[in-house]
Structure formats: C-alpha cells, structure tokens
C-alpha cells in the first residue's frame, strides 16, 4: 500500500470509529427526539440531511445509527470469519477424505443464496439483532470457508515451504515462520472486504424488518421506513443508504489495497 | 536487386526511455541475418518495429519493408503487409497460440484477413499448410487447441502459421529458446528451409551457437546498439568487440572442466581439495526410483551412483523426468519403489522426522529461486534464518557469517537489506546457492539452476558452481535440458527419456561414444561452435 | 460416454448437496426450543389449534424417535412431499410451481443485463485513457458496493417520482420490469466489469494476440477472436454464485416492487415462520444453484476443453 493509500485507509476507519463509539461528538442532537411542527424538512443549512416525519434530523439519525449498524456488521463477520478460519484451516490441512467431507458440506451450504439462508435461520430463531448476527455470520461462513482453505492450500503447496522441508524445518518452524505470517495478509484483505458486504447484509435485514426494530436509527430500519414516503421525501431513504454505500465501497477499496479479491466474495 | 528489409539509424523509444538506438542493417531475398543478444538488448524491439509492432515511438533515416517506406504506412497498410509479406514466428509456441482457439483456426486467420479465399478452400490450404510442416494427421490436429498438442506440434504449427502466407520476410524471434535441443534443430531446419526457398529469415536469439547453424551475417546487439555486424565466420572467429568475446566464451560445450566461462572469473588452478580422510562412501545412491501419477509412469526406475566431490548431469528433455526424480530424491515426492542413500544413510523412503537430521547434508537449487523465499524476507533474513536452522531471522549474531556467505557467492554485501524481488536473476541465483550452503550440505541437487538466465550470467553462476565445488568439495547432481552445459559441468553423465535412464557413463564416453539411440540424436541436435 | 459419466457425476454431487441442505434443515428445526410440533406450525406466536398440532405431530411422526423422524422427513422429500403451507394454506410444492417462474425469471433477465453491460464496460475500458480508467474503476467499486434496496429506492425517486418515465411497481408490463431488472443488475454487473477487464488486459497483452496482430489482424480483430473470450471465461465460472446472489436479491427488490415471487413469498412465510415453506424454498434454491453451477460448467468445457479437463 502507498503511504497516502495508508493515511487516507486509516482516517477512513478513524472517523467511523469515532462515529459509532461518540456519535454525539458529530451529531450533538437527539437522534429519537421528535418535533412535529419540523416533519419532511428538505435538506437545508439547519438540517444537512432533511428531516423525518415526525420531524426528527436524518443527519444525527444517521450518525447515530452507524454505532448499530457497524456492530452488527462487524459481529457478523467476526462470526462468520471465525468459522471460516477453523473450517477453511482444517480442510486444507486435513487428509483428503475429511477435506473432501468438509468440501462437501461447505458447497451444500453455499448452494442456498446468502440472504436467502439469513432468512432461514431467522424463521428458526425469530427477528432481532441477536439473529440477525448470527444469520449473516452463518450464511457468509462457507464462501469465506472455501476462500481461507484455497489460500492456506497454496501456501502448503508453495516452493516456499517445499525449500524449508529441504532445508530441514520442521511443521511447528514451518506454520510459525512462515504459513501464519504469510496467511495472516490475505486474510485482513478478505475480511475488510467482508466487512463492507456484512454491513449492506444486515442492514438489508433490517430493511425487511427482521433485523433491529425501529424507531432506534439503524440505517436499514431508516431506510425502510423511509421507503413509505419516498415520493415525498427521498432524502428518508436516500441518506442511510448513502452511508452504506460509503462504508461498504470505503471497506472494499481498503481490502482490494490489502491485495483481496472482490470476485470471491 | 533491392534488399526486402533496409533499416537505417533505427531508433525506437518508450516514455522518453531509449530502447533501440541509431540500429542499421539490410536484408536480402534468400539471406538469413542474425541480431544476438541478452535480454534488454532492443533486439525483441526491433524486431517488432519492421512490423509496426513495437508500441514505442519509432524514428529513423530509412526503414523499408518490402520496398514500402515503413515509416509512412498508415495501420490498414500495415495490416495488409503483416502475415502476407513480413511474418512473425514468436518464441513460445504454447504462449503465442491462443489456447482457447482450436490451432487450425489460427492459420486460417491468416487467409481470413488477407485472402478472399472461403471457407472450405481456406479449410484445404491449413490441412495443406500443416502437412508441409510434416504434422502427422493434421485433420485432426487442427481442430486442437494448443494445449492438447504435444511441443513439437505447436512449433510445427506456428512455423505452418508463417509460410500460409507465403510472406517474403521471416522474422524468428526467440523462436528456438527454452526449446529442447532435438526440437530446436527441428525449428532451424525449417528456418533453413525457409531460407533456401529464396525468403529473407531475420533470427533474433540469444545463443550465438543456434544462429551459427543458420545465419549469413551476424550483428551482435547491446543495451540498444549494435556493438559489432559482420559474416559469421568473422564474428565466430575473428570477434572484435569485448562483449561479443564474452558471448562467444559463455558457450558452455566444448569447455573443459573447471575452466572459466566468464571474463571475470578468476583463473581457476584446480586446488586441492581439503585434505579428508579418503572416504569412499559415495554421497547420493538412488536405487530403483519408480513414479507413476494417476496411472501414468513418471519415472520408470531409475538409479545412479554420485561419488563424492564430483558432479552427475542428468539430462533430458522436459517431461523425461528429470524434475520427479530430483523431487523423490529430495523427499519431497514418495517414491511408488526404489530408494536413495544419502552419504551411505538411507534418506528415502524414510519418515520426514526421521529424514531431518539428515537433511542439512542436502541442499536443492531450482530454476526460480523468487517462489522458494519467503516474500516477507530481505536478502539477510533469508540468509540467517537458513543459518540459525529457523530460530532466528533477525541478524544478531550471525552479521558475519550472513557477510561471509554473500562474500562466498560474489553478492554485494549491501544488498542485504533488499527484497529479492527487486534482485536480477542472476543475483537471484547467487543467493539461493548462499541460502543452500548455510548448512554446509555435502550434496546439492541442482534443478535446471541457470535455464532462467541470460547467456553470460549463466556463465557466471557455472564458474561460481564450479568454483564453490573445488573449494567445498560438494557433490552436485546437476539437472538440465542442455547438453552443452552438461557436457560442461559434469564428471557423469546419465541420459533420461521417457522416464527411463537410457544411458550412463562419464561425460567422455556417453558425449564421445553414445550407445544408445537416443543419446545419438541429441547429439547430433547439438550445436557446437567448438 | 464421457458425457454420461460427468452427467452421472454432476447428478450424483447434486443429490448430496441437497441431502445435506436438508439435514441441516431437519437438525436446524429440532433444535428449535419449544415443541416441534408448534414450531412447524409457526412457533409460539401463531396459536395453532391443539387439533392442528397433533395432525402436524402425526404426520412428521414427531412421537417417533430421532433416528425414525429423520428418515421420515427424507423419505417424504424423495416423494416430493414437501408437506402444506401453513400459512399459505396450499402444498408447499403448488406454491413453489407458482413462485418460482416470476423470479427466476427476473434473475435471467438480470444476469443478462448484468453480461451485457459488463461486456460494453470493459469494451469501453479498453479504448478508454487514463482518466477514464480511474473513472471506470470508482463506477465499478461503488455499483459493487451499493446495496439492492437502497438502489432500488433511488431508481424509483430518480424515473418514477421525478422523471415519472417508469411505473414504481412492478404491474406485469414490459415497463414495469425495467427497474426491478436494473436494479438487480448494476452490482452484479460491477462485479463482472471489475473480473472481466482483468483477464481483458491479460489477454490483449499476452503473446498469442501479438501474434495475431502480426498475422494482420487488427485490434477490434483482436479484441473479438480472443479477447472475448479469455475475458468471459473467469466471469462465466461465477456464474453460479451470480445467480445466487441475484436470487438473494430478489427477495429484496420483490419487495420493493411489490413483485409476486419466490422472494416475498420466502419472506412472509419467515415472518409466519412457516417451517414446511421455508424447507421447500432452501431446497428449490439449492436445486437452481446445482443446475445453474452444472450448465455453466458445461459452457466452459465447450469454451475450454482442456481447461476443464484439469
């Protein structure tokens, strides 16, 4: 990465960190405080980003709603990266008829369309955030699963290792010197880039109203609700989802300049 | 008569960067000219200019092509010109046809855009084309891709690619290189053949000994000029220039043992080998090796004996294997049968944990040496982390034996901190040696070590090997494709095809009395200046 | 006889996808707190009468032990008895036949769309300069970034509520599938655009089409004979992760459109969580993978016979 790429990656990551743990720090104003008399303001000086129909400001909603959805998001992919790793590792590592069982089970799971799983597991456990974690975690796991195992493959079948066994390393030398570290790349790679595509999965969640309720300012559940007056008031809708946009694109230009592949995902 | 090709003060250039400067030569019907040199020369460049091809921003005083003044022709011009009067035959036949597209579809593109010819007239003249490249049935052939051709094939297919349309200039660019020597000698044949037929063959090549076989006149090239042109009888032995001396001592065949290929090299006076103890264990026995991959053999039991302090050439073309039996007898591949014995220790088969001890006896130096780094380590890190066994890559306490390796293989201490990557081949090479000696080996298999290199590194890195070995006493198991460098660098010899040993013996009496057929036809596929 | 065997290899990997998505089905609902029975039936919440849970308890054998269930649930799947809606009140299977064709369709059109802009993007990427290319890498990043729904939304307030060319809900004519259409297809086409220029420049910058410039061709020439080709290949082999992100799409835009289809039906039958539904539209969907992933395959090895092969 060059040095500007790094500092603008960083300010990226800064601002919506600091977004989602201070908000108020942005947006000083109650996100849930209502005031009829200012419904369906267009954006304008006092309010950048319009206001709602119960008058409150879709800036400070907004704002106040990366905390939600960032979590979400990020949960999910913890989740969903973590399985990928035990699942992904232990097939490429494995004898060939448990990688093939595994292999096997992986293809089965990524035969059911991402969203479509989300929603099964959710007719299983019912809407909330807790499920919808959860939900986009599990249907992301078996693309990542199969990312992690071809890339841990590589390595093991690398010139690279093969000149350390004739150099007479042993496995503990080779996984520690060489395997994790040069795992280790890629992997931060796909994860930002799993990062953007979680956030846009659980907000569409959210959207379909199985994800976090309203009136909390998720972008989403804004976004949804948002959706009954859209010939009204486009900038209800238009906003939140502007700030997923920037997210997922920010996440996926700082995962393609870790070196990831956006195909896969 | 006027010549099809008159270059005069050539020059071509890419964002501002001289990459062929004030080059001069002509070109009659029924001549073959030869432009030689390394990579980086602009011989590659210019070439591609007498097309319209080069992608640079060309200049010059006079460039005519067949009579036509290149330097005006518009793009549809050139179109008419390239395929029918001037053609290609580009280095890679695997690279240069598409392997998406049947190869028979190739050649027709020819016809397609320079005749009006249909579709089953155009059709007879590929099968027609292709026979007279002698491929065997070519009605089937042709509607192959590239992929599912053997090499030979693909060489006969590109060279029927060129004369469909029957082209007055014949532009061979690096058409020979990386080929085995029983195929290159089939390419030159037809190059010859092209040339007696009364076209204009311009051969662009690095190996002086190759373009000796065809080449009227010569001109050797360098960094973007030619340095020297002439007939090559004058080149081959009355060589003006410096560099064209260094070229012609590069060439490994004929060179006796231990003496320099390089101008740099310091005169080598065999010295002593260290004084051991007489031991007559030899340093590898392979015994029976067999390999069979789905079915199919890779090596069909193979055995040799490598004594100590001395160098076994396995040679062989690609596929023979040659690389399956360095891979079974590095423990790297299990063997279906057979065994190897390492310093009269059994090596393989054996458990890895049980091999490992072993294993510092044993190097290995491959044809790219980048893949076999770690990407994450600078040229230091590699060396010490080869020298602390994998502890360490950090260089406390081993600055001056990381220092005296790089010393060992005449690499610039300086450039410890870099990253192979931005390291040159040869360079490349040199470190992979210094990573393989850290553990002070008895044995090295070397892999095709210098197919990657350009002629004059290569000469090089055989005088480092050479002179590494009469230091160190290290046995080498030396792998190549080309018989000159074999013929050069080893004590024995043993002649692989098909998976078979067909032939073994000392350098002597496998080059100088071939028993078996085989051996026989690489020989005479050799060139030799000497 | 090649053929068959890949057949009977393709329809034999089939069969166990789908014995798998199954099993992790069969396991998903029993591990569901609560009776089985009243989970089937929609959970807690839907109040299914006591003569309606014993009907569901004797029909999945739910009395039976463990073993004895599965085998039961497998044994009625084989039969392509995927049980009765609950809340749609109709077997799941008459449902699906209805369901189903709305949305596939949507998702050929779409892949369609999404191919043909991404084969004009990368046409007009290769012609275009530097500032172009900058141009076309940030339209690529952001289309693959930006979500259906919100697409969706700013499509309809763009030709429906502002320009009000296009009708905001899908009403069965022609004009009426354009949005849905687009916005199903711009990130998947941002995707394609972003592989294909890839191996788009690989390929014009390789060996064999200088060697078909030299035999006389010109670029276009080029561009057409090989350039399509190595450029869709990689594209073509994720054609059936395309489909299925374009079916999870379709659940969304169906929404937003209020378009009849396997998407809105799969959501209102979550929200019922309707357990005989939901099982049959994993299944269907896994089932459009497996023969989406086989026909491409197929494409490929017509493409690419040797590639294949390996």
Redesign the interface.
């Known amino acids: 990465m060059s040095r500007t790429a790094k500092i603008l990656s960083s300010l990226f990551i800064l601002f919506w960190v600091l977004t989602a743990f201070v908000p108020a720090l942005i947006a000083p104003a109650d996100p849930l405080a209502i005031n009829p008399s200012q419904a369906f303001q267009a954006p304008s000086g006092a309010h950048i980003f319009g206001t709602d129909e119960s008058g409150r400001d879709v800036f400070t909603r907004v704002i106040h709603g990366a905390g939600d959805s960032l979590y979400i998001g990020l949960a999910a992919t913890a989740l969903g990266m973590g399985l990928a790793l035990v699942l992904g590792t232990a097939a490429a590592l494995a004898p060939r008829w448990l990688d093939e069982v595994i292999l096997?089970?992986l293809?089965?799971?990524?035969?059911?369309?991402?969203?479509?799983?989300a929603?099964?597991?959710?007719?299983?456990?019912?809407?909330g955030v807790g499920p919808a974690i959860v939900a986009v975690g599990l249907s992301t796991a078996p693309g990542y699963a199969r990312l992690v195992r071809s890339q841990i493959r590589t390595l093991k079948n690398?010139?690279?290792l093969?000149?350390?066994?004739?150099?007479?390393?042993?496995t503990w030398?080779k996984v520690r010197?060489?395997l994790v570290?040069?795992a280790l790349q890629p992997l931060l790679a796909l994860v930002t880039l799993g990062i953007?595509q979680a956030v846009?999965w659980a907000?569409?969640l959210s959207?379909?109203?199985?994800g976090t309720p309203p009136p909390a300012p998720e972008w989403?559940a804004m976004?949804?609700a948002?959706?009954t007056y859209?010939?009204l008031a486009?900038w209800l809708?238009?906003f939140p989802?502007?700030a997923?946009?920037v997210v997922?694109?920010g996440?996926?230009?700082i995962g393609?300049a870790l070196g990831g592949k956006?195909?896969?995902l | 008569m006027n010549p099809l090709l008159a270059v005069d003060n050539l020059c071509v250039s890419f964002a501002g960067q001289q990459a062929v400067n004030d080059v001069s030569f002509e070109l009659n019907a029924g001549e073959c000219l030869a432009l030689v040199g390394e990579s980086g020369s602009g011989k590659s460049v210019t070439a591609r200019s007498l097309l319209g091809l080069s992608g640079g921003t060309v200049s010059a005083e006079k460039l005519m092509v067949c009579q036509e003044d290149a330097l005006t022709l518009t793009e549809p011009a050139w179109q008419k010109i390239r395929g029918s009067s001037v053609v290609m035959i580009l280095q890679d036949a695997l690279m240069a046809l598409d392997p998406l597209r049947p190869v028979g579809r190739e050649i027709e593109d020819v016809l397609k855009e320079h005749g009006t010819l249909n579709s089953k007239a155009r059709r007879v003249q590929v099968i027609e084309a292709l026979a007279s490249v002698d491929l065997p049935d070519p009605e089937r052939r042709m509607k192959q891709r590239s992929t599912q051709l053997s090499g030979g094939m693909r060489q006969r297919v590109l060279i029927a690619q060129a004369l469909i349309g029957d082209p007055q200039i014949v532009i061979a660019d690096e058409a020979t290189t990386a080929l085995d020597s029983r195929l290159a000698a089939l390419v030159l044949k037809q190059l010859a053949a092209l040339k007696n037929e009364g076209r204009a063959v311009l051969m662009i090549s690095h190996d002086l000994a190759q373009v000796a076989q065809l080449a009227d006149r010569i001109a050797v090239m360098r960094a973007g000029k030619i340095v020297e042109s002439g007939t090559t009888e004058q080149i081959l032995n009355h060589p003006q220039h410096e560099y064209t001396r260094t070229l012609l001592r590069a060439i490994p065949s004929g060179v006796p043992r231990f003496a320099p290929l390089s101008i740099k090299a310091t005169a080598s006076e065999p010295r002593q080998l260290p004084p051991t103890e007489p031991d007559t264990t030899p340093a590898l026995v392979v015994e029976n090796l067999s390999k069979s991959f789905a079915k199919h053999p890779a090596v069909i039991e193979a055995g040799f004996v490598l004594p100590r302090g001395s160098t076994l050439g396995l040679v062989g073309e690609s596929g023979s294997g040659k690389t399956t039996t360095a891979r079974m007898i590095l423990g790297l591949e299990r063997p279906d049968a057979g065994s190897v014995t390492l310093l009269g220790e059994r090596f393989v088969p054996h458990s890895e944990a049980a091999r490992r001890s072993l294993r510092e006896n044993i190097g290995a130096i491959y044809q790219n040496p980048l893949g076999s780094f770690d990407p994450r380590y600078s040229v230091g890190q590699i060396l010490t982390d080869a020298l602390s066994a994998g502890r360490s890559k950090r260089a406390s306490g081993y600055k001056d034996q990381v220092a005296r390796l790089l010393e060992q293989v005449e690499l610039d201490p300086a450039l410890s901190g870099r990253n192979p990557r931005e390291l040159s081949g040869g360079q490349r090479q040199r470190l992979a040696i210094a990573r393989a000696l850290a553990p002070e080996p008895q044995v090295l298999v070397l892999d095709e070590p210098v197919s990657a290199l350009d002629v004059s590194i290569q000469a090089t890195i055989l005088d480092l090997l050479d002179r590494l070995q009469q230091e160190t006493g290290t046995s080498y198991l030396f792998i190549s494709h080309d018989l000159s460098v074999i013929e050069h660098m080893s004590d024995l010899v043993a002649v692989m095809y098909q998976g078979r040993i067909v032939e073994q013996g000392s350098t002597a009496e496998v080059f100088g009395d071939p028993q078996h057929e085989y051996t026989r036809s690489l020989l005479t596929a050799m060139p030799r200046l000497r | 006889m090649k053929l068959l065997a890949w057949l009977g290899r393709k329809v034999g990997g089939a069969l166990v996808v789908l014995w798998l998505v199954a099993t992790a089905i069969f396991i998903g609902v029993r591990l569901i707190p609560g009776d089985p029975a009243e989970a089937i039936m929609g959970g807690p919440g839907s109040q299914a009468s006591a003569e309606a849970l014993a009907n569901a308890r004797s029909e999945y054998g739910l009395d039976l032990p463990i073993i004895s269930q599965y085998f039961l649930f497998l044994a009625k799947l084989i039969r392509l008895d995927f049980g009765t809606s609950y809340s749609f009140k109709d077997p799941v299977l008459q449902i699906m036949g209805e369901v189903l064709p709305p949305t596939i369709n949507l998702a050929l059109m779409a892949l369609v769309v999404a191919w043909l802009l991404a084969l004009l993007f990368a046409l007009l990427a290769m012609r275009a300069n530097k500032v172009g290319q900058l141009l076309g890498n940030a339209v690529e990043i952001v289309a693959a970034a930006v979500p259906h729904f919100w697409l969706g939304a700013v499509l309809i307030m763009l030709f429906s509520s502002m320009l009000g060319w296009l009708p905001a809900v899908a009403n069965g004519t022609p004009a009426g599938l354009v949005l849905p259409v687009l916005t199903l297809a711009l990130p998947l086409a941002g995707f394609l655009t972003q592989l294909m220029r890839d191996s788009l420049n690989t390929a014009m910058g390789s060996q064999f089409a200088l060697a078909a410039r030299a035999r006389g061709e010109s670029r276009l020439t080029v561009f057409r004979r090989h350039g399509l080709r190595h450029a869709a290949l990689p594209a073509l082999g994720l054609t059936g992760w395309a489909f299925s992100s374009l079916l999870s799409g379709a659940v969304v835009v169906e929404a937003i459109f209020a378009r009849p289809g396997l998407g809105r039906s799969l959501l209102s039958a979550v929200l019922a969580r309707d357990i005989p539904m939901v099982t049959g539209i994993a299944l269907f969907s896994a089932l459009v993978y497996i023969v989406v992933m086989a026909l491409t395959e197929a494409i490929e090895r017509l493409i690419d016979p040797a590639g294949a092969e390996s």
Do not use: C, D, Q
């Not at chain 1, 929603?119 to 809407?127: D, E, H, Y």
């Open positions: 096997r089970v293809e089965a799971l990524y035969s059911v369309p991402s969203l479509l799983m929603l099964l597991i959710i007719a299983f456990t019912g809407p690398s010139e690279m093969e000149a350390a066994t004739v150099l007479g390393r042993g030398l010197n060489h570290p040069n953007g846009i907000a569409a959207f379909l109203g199985l989403g976004l949804s948002g959706r859209l010939h486009w809708s238009f989802g502007l997923i946009v997922a694109a996440a996926t230009l393609r956006v195909k896969a």
